[in-house]
Structure formats: C-alpha cells, structure tokens
C-alpha cells in the first residue's frame, strides 16, 4: 500500500513538472510573440518617423510640423480667403486671376490644415510691432516676388490709413516702407542669389545665361543689413546649359565654361552663398529662412498642365517638374551651415503645393509679350503653371512664416 500510494505521488510530481515546464515554454513563446510585435511596430514608428513628410505634430525642433497636412474645402468660413483680390492694394496682373477672366474661384477656398496642429490666426498688427524699425527682404526670383505681394496682401488691412502703400524700384530693391512702423518689405531681384546676366531687373528676359559662379558680394552689400531674410532660387537653375564664370563680365582675363551638370552648378552657387553668409552674417541679428522649391506641372508632352484645372490633386499624380538630387542640395548645404553655426530656416512647402495644381494663373493674367496667333490657339503652350494666382497657396507659407517670426 505504501509502495503504491509513494508511485503514486512520484507519478504526480513528474506530470507537475511536466505541466509547469509547458506552461513555461508557452509564457516564452508568447511572450518572444508580444516582443517581436513591438519590434515590428516600432520598427515600423522609425520607418514613417524617418520620412521627409512625417505625420506627426511636432518637428525636431519641438515645432509644430505645418508642412505635413492636407487641403480642406472651406467655403463656409468668413474669414477664409482672408483678403480679396480686389481689395489688396499691393495686387499685381501676374497673380490677379479673377481680374483677368478666372469665373472658377474655388481654388480661393482651399484651406491648408496641418496634422494634429493648427495654422495659428494670422494678427497684422502683432506682426507690424514685430517688423517696427526692421526690415525683411525676399531675396531670389519671381517666385519670391509672389510671395511678397502676398505677405503684402495680408498686412495690408492692418496697415495705417496714413501709409503709402507702393512699392518702390530701386536698383534690384523692390520694398515697400511704412513711416509709422519704420518697417520695410521687399524683393531683392537676385534669381541665382549669385551675380549673373539676369540681375538687371529690366533686361532679365535676355536669352543665354551666364552666372558668376563665386561672386555674390555685389548682391550681398544690399540685403545684409536685413533683420529677416528669406531666400529661394531654383527655377532659373533648369537650363540645360550654361555659362559659368570665374572673373568679372567682359574681363579678358576671366574663364568661361558652357556646362550642363544642373546639380553640381547649383551645389557650387549655393555653397558660395552658404560661405559668405557665415563669413559676414550678423547671427544675432538676423533671421535666415530657405524657400523649398515652388513646384511647377508639366505634362508628358512637356507643356504646360495647370490649364482647365480645377481641383487640388490628391491621387498622386504629381505632375511635378522638381530635381530631387537639386533638393538634396539644399538640405545637405543648409545642415552644413547648421553645423558651421548658422541656423536656417528650411520651409518646407514643396510637398503642400504640389497638390493645387489648381491655383496657378493658367491663362487668367496679364501676358506682357503679346501672345502669337498660333499660341492663342493652343492654351497649354503659354499657361503660366509656375506661379500662383492670390490669395492663394502663397498666403499659406506667409502665415507659416508669420508665426516663425512673430516666435524669434
């Protein structure tokens, strides 16, 4: 009896460690399962973290991220668009396209809404005791003269009723002064941000381009007092040729090369302009910005393909004309200067205006060379898909920008 009742607890106690040891072996198992799914998950947070055009609130700067979002139809809002075109008194025929025939006026309605953040309410006057006894100067091409008049716009309501609001040409300064405010906006004509052929703000339009691919100086002495300063050149970079070259205009003694190679003529522009500043930048005085590149469409056909556009794009046909390699310079350039000391402000606003392919003039505005027969015939051949009609996607990096300066 006593043998048996001994075999019987031996017998238990094997089939006891037995059950313990399964237990075991399955909590391991599940619990190597529940591991690996959260190094699947987080693996997967450090894919899309690692992303240019992120989801998430926040820059790495603890900024909120406004270049990551989307397009929202408003046309409920009485604030939004937040001037109109016929009330601004800085308009210019370039980006007045309701003046000039547009009827289809939704592309004004469009809202840009960041993820899981909001675009802060744009304040004139905040921003003009921000901008007393400062300047702030645009500093590049075309696509930075859109973008004043439509920081102009913006302020404009908020300006006082005794202000002259014109702007004034002098030399490559296009500005506009307020007295009251001792403030003063404006563009610097300097589409390569180097020294070229282009400079000239009445001749610009002169076939063959030639840059001085080391000598911004000339420029330079005109915006470097500036308290802000905000850049962007790209557009004139996408000749497929030009002349670069190392010496004065019309000196017998400077070297001339015709080059192609778009990304390492820009690199070297750029990184001319990235060596002065850090040589001659006053950095607690002023605040550096850098406009990603204003995409622009063209078709398969290589014309123009805003014409008859009507609706943002959110099916990711991104008919964009952009370099990736020429945006990557901008970036490297601008981490190196970061490294060196001088912090700039790279605003994104590339990927949110690639969708509104809807919002450029198109054919609604003034064409100051008269269009040929031929061309009246084919509306794709002269659409202008670059820029942006006003108010418009421009007024989005302004309120952008105003909260990077109103924050400095």
Known sequence: MVNKTWDFFYKFHNLTCLLLVSLLAVALYFTREVNYLKFLKNQQKLHNDDKNYSSTSTSSSGRCDFFSGTWIYDNKSTTYPIYKERECSFMEDNYSCEK????????QHWRWQPHNCDIPVFNGTALLEKLRGKKLIFVGDSMNRNQLVSFLCLIDPFLPKSSNKKLILKGNLYYFHDTEYNTTIGLYWSPYLVESNADLVLTYRAKGRAVRIDSIENHARHWNDADFLVFDTYVWWSNPMMTLIWGSFGSPDAIYKTVGKKVRRYEMA???????????????????????????VTGVDGLSDCFNRSEPIFTGEHLKATNDSMLGIVEMVIEKMERRGVKVEYMRITRMSEDRIDAHPSIYKKFWVPLTEDEKTQ???YSDCLHWCLPGVPDVWNQILYDYIIKS
């Not at 000039?100 to 592309?107: A, C, F, M, Q, T």
């Not at 750029?270 to 605040?287: A, F, G, P, Q, V």
């Open 379 to 381: 509306p794709r051949s």
């Open 100 to 107: 000039h025939g547009r009827k289809d006026l939704k592309y």
């Open 270 to 296: 750029l990184t001319t302009w990235s060596d002065w500043l850090e040589l001659n930048i006053n950095r607690t005085k002023t605040k550096l910005f850098f406009m990603s590149v204003s995409p622009y």
